[in-house]
């Protein structure tokens, strides 16, 4: 019995590499676009997998209490193309505060669509349209930042988009989470232990889908957001200032990329996982991984041969437009 998780996972695995190749990912990306830039990075690199119709990019949902960041989401989504892709925003939150070195510039520097935080939809909200619009079994949620959204959208009920909850519907509609937090095998990172590790807690006991973490151990070693970028990068771009303002290309761990780097072939070439056991994490936020049962849980390792400046400058040319 305790093999019966493991042949689900893998069927379901080999289901979704099998309509990989006749369709698209759709793909969800929830991210925490302040205190860091690494999600501005993760961000462009999702919308050039779409622009080379590798995925299909439904939406973001930017999970912050800074005002500014489902703005700066919305300068970025439309230098690349995308003004009306939708932004959810964590709303009726008890406190808002401006945290970035870079969301308020680039919301005031470059056009946007979205002009208040205040127009985004509820981010719990949109995870449900989107979700409700989507073939069976097609959605990969990327989160890159802390899982409170993805917690109201597991806890939410029937609304105008779908009567099934919140649980019903991931269960339906989504193939897989990848997920940027944790340390492995054992550590505390920031996703999972701040502002909300009450979130992390329940999201991990309540999915019921595969899930990849993606740990700051193997971000940490891939640095981005160097000279080559600024070499590359048009001086015109958000991306090109949100370095510039963060700390003007002097290099940054990679933590949130990998994640959207997994949904590339070439991320076979650098990265395995780790498959037996399960991510066990504490009420404060601290992990570790244990082995004393199965799930549908792996993390990722980087492979020993696996050349970080070569997926450094793949991770970098992917920000350019």
Same mark, same amino acid.
């Given at each position: 019995?305790?093999?019966?998780?493991?042949?689900?996972?893998?069927?379901?695995?080999?289901?979704?590499?099998?309509?990989?190749?006749?369709?698209?990912?759709?793909?969800?990306?929830?991210?925490?676009?302040?205190?860091?830039?690494?999600?501005?990075?993760? $961000?462009? !690199?999702?919308?050039?997998?779409?622009?080379? %119709?590798?995925? =299909? +990019?439904?939406?973001?949902?930017?999970? &912050?209490?800074?005002?500014?960041?489902?703005?700066?989401?919305?300068a970025i989504n439309q230098y690349f193309g995308r003004p009306a892709l939708p932004i959810g925003?964590?709303?009726?939150?008890?406190?808002?505060k401006v945290q970035s070195k870079y969301t308020r510039q680039i919301s005031e520097e470059f056009?946007?669509?979205?002009?208040?935080?205040?127009?985004?939809?509820?981010?719990?909200?949109?995870?449900?349209?989107?979700?409700?619009?989507?073939?069976?079994?097609?959605?990969?949620?990327?989160?890159?930042?802390?899982?409170?959204?993805?917690?109201?959208?597991?806890?939410?009920?029937?609304?105008?988009?779908?009567?099934?909850?919140?649980?019903?519907?991931?269960?339906?509609?989504?193939?897989?989470? $990848?997920? !940027?937090?944790?340390?492995?095998?054992?550590? %505390?990172?920031? =996703? +999972?232990?701040?502002?909300?590790?009450? &979130?992390?807690?329940?999201?991990?006991?309540?999915?019921?889908?595969?899930?990849?973490?993606?740990?700051?151990?193997?971000?940490?070693?891939?640095?981005?957001?160097?000279?080559?970028?600024?070499?590359?990068?048009?001086?015109?771009?958000?991306?090109?200032?949100?370095?510039?303002?963060?700390?003007?290309?002097?290099?940054?761990?990679?933590w949130d990329q990998v994640a959207v780097y997994l949904l590339m072939e070439e991320a076979g070439?650098?990265?395995?996982?780790?498959?037996?056991?399960?991510?066990?994490?504490?009420?404060?936020?601290?992990?570790?991984?244990?082995?004393?049962?199965?799930?549908?849980?792996?993390?990722?390792?980087?492979?020993?041969?696996?050349?970080?400046?070569?997926?450094?400058?793949? !991770?970098?040319?992917?920000?350019?437009?």
């Open positions: 019995m305790n093999n019966y998780p493991k042949i689900v996972a893998l069927i379901a695995l080999v289901l979704l590499s099998f309509s990989a190749r006749s369709q698209q990912y759709n793909v969800i990306l929830d991210a925490d676009i302040d205190s860091d830039v690494d999600d501005v990075e993760a $961000l462009a !690199m999702v919308h050039t997998l779409a622009d080379q %119709k590798k995925i =299909n +990019f439904l939406g973001v949902v930017v999970t &912050s209490d800074d005002p500014y960041a489902p703005l700066c989401t919305s925003y964590l709303k009726n939150q008890p406190a808002y056009p946007r669509r979205l002009r208040s935080y205040q127009e985004a939809e509820e981010a719990a909200t949109l995870y449900r349209k989107l979700l409700s619009e989507s073939p069976d079994g097609s959605v990969v949620i990327i989160t890159i930042g802390h899982l409170t959204s993805l917690q109201n959208l597991l806890q939410s009920g029937a609304d105008k988009y779908s009567p099934m909850s919140g649980k019903e519907l991931v269960r339906k509609k989504v193939a897989k989470w $990848l997920c !940027m937090g944790g340390n492995y095998p054992e550590g %505390k990172e920031a =996703n +999972f232990y701040r502002p909300d590790p009450a &979130s992390t807690v329940y999201c991990l006991q309540e999915w019921e889908k595969p899930v990849t973490f993606v740990g700051w151990d193997v971000g940490n070693v891939i640095k981005t957001g160097g000279p080559f970028l600024k070499s590359k990068l048009s001086a015109d771009s958000p991306v090109y200032r949100a370095y510039e303002l963060y700390n003007n290309f002097q290099g940054r761990a990679s070439k650098y990265f395995s996982t780790v498959s037996q056991g399960y991510c066990h994490v504490n009420e404060d936020g601290s992990n570790q991984w244990r082995t004393d049962k199965d799930s549908l849980h792996e993390y990722v390792v980087l492979k020993p041969d696996a050349d970080v400046e070569a997926i450094a400058r793949s !991770m970098d040319k992917m920000a350019i437009r």
